[in-house]
């Protein structure tokens, strides 16, 4: 089985943006754990930039895009270092890979992406995959990747995933009345039974930019997945238990 994983800012971050250390292990102990057990595991991580904005002493994420460069540049480096030593002590070797969306518009170049990933997976390592916000100009152009949940879409489609499982701080998709929706058929009037939300201020997503993920990846016939990335969800999902919100690749 071929899966991404992407997980959200605020699922293994502080609301100071410094790493959440307990959830970033536990999380990296079920990727490992599947990863190990012969599922392809493709990883989408946010933190970045909230890595940064704690560094630099920020309250919140920045709105000019030069101040967000400066954050990506700065917390990259404990961002992934932090990843390295959690892999590293289940065993587990990573590689990363930073996007922007130039890297999907050309075929020439999305097919160098899904070999150098599918390379990557061959070779038993995990690839941490992230937008490259350091360098990214989209956001001026209002084309970002929405937190990555459009780019784990665009992974998930490019390497032809079976799954794509999305992570977040809720259980699910949540109705009017803030009860989890298990399972959706179809997609045409979802936004009518979901509660709004409100974006952290160390993120650019939200459940908005998850449904633009979801619509699109069931579109191409990939199941999905919203769950909680501070619960131990992965091995019930994998295994098929009832975990999140499942969207199946046939949901419009």
């Not at 298990?182 to 650019?204: D, F």
Request: glycine letters at 10%; charged letters at 25%.
């Amino acid at each position: 089985m071929r899966v991404v994983v992407k997980v959200g800012t605020h699922a293994i971050a502080k609301k100071t943006g410094r790493p959440d250390y307990p959830a970033l292990r536990r999380l990296v102990a079920q990727l490992s754990a599947i990863a190990k057990s012969g599922t392809e595991v493709y990883f989408v991580s946010s933190g970045a930039v909230a890595a940064g904005v704690e560094a630099l002493g920020l309250k919140a994420r920045p709105t000019g895009l030069n101040d967000v460069q400066m954050c990506a540049a700065v917390g990259q480096a404990r961002f992934i270092f932090e990843y390295e030593k959690l892999f590293a002590s289940f065993g587990v070797k990573i590689g990363q890979v930073l996007l922007t969306h130039y890297d999907f518009e050309n075929h020439r170049r999305a097919q160098n992406v899904k070999k150098s990933l599918d390379n990557l997976v061959r070779a038993g390592i995990v690839p941490i995959i992230n937008e490259n916000d350091v360098v990214a100009d989209e956001e001026l152009k209002g084309s970002s990747f929405g937190d990555n949940d459009w780019l784990s879409f665009l992974i998930a489609k490019l390497v032809k995933a079976d799954m794509l499982i999305l992570l977040t701080t809720v259980d699910g998709l949540l109705d009017a009345n803030g009860k989890r929706i298990v399972r959706v058929e179809n997609l045409r009037n979802i936004l009518s039974l979901v509660r709004s939300g409100e974006k952290g201020k160390l993120s650019k997503g939200g459940m908005d930019s998850k449904l633009k993920a979801v619509k699109a990846a069931v579109k191409n016939g990939i199941d999905v997945f919203v769950a909680n990335g501070r619960k131990k969800v992965l091995p019930l999902i994998l295994s098929g238990k009832n975990a999140g919100t499942f969207f199946p690749g046939s949901a419009l």
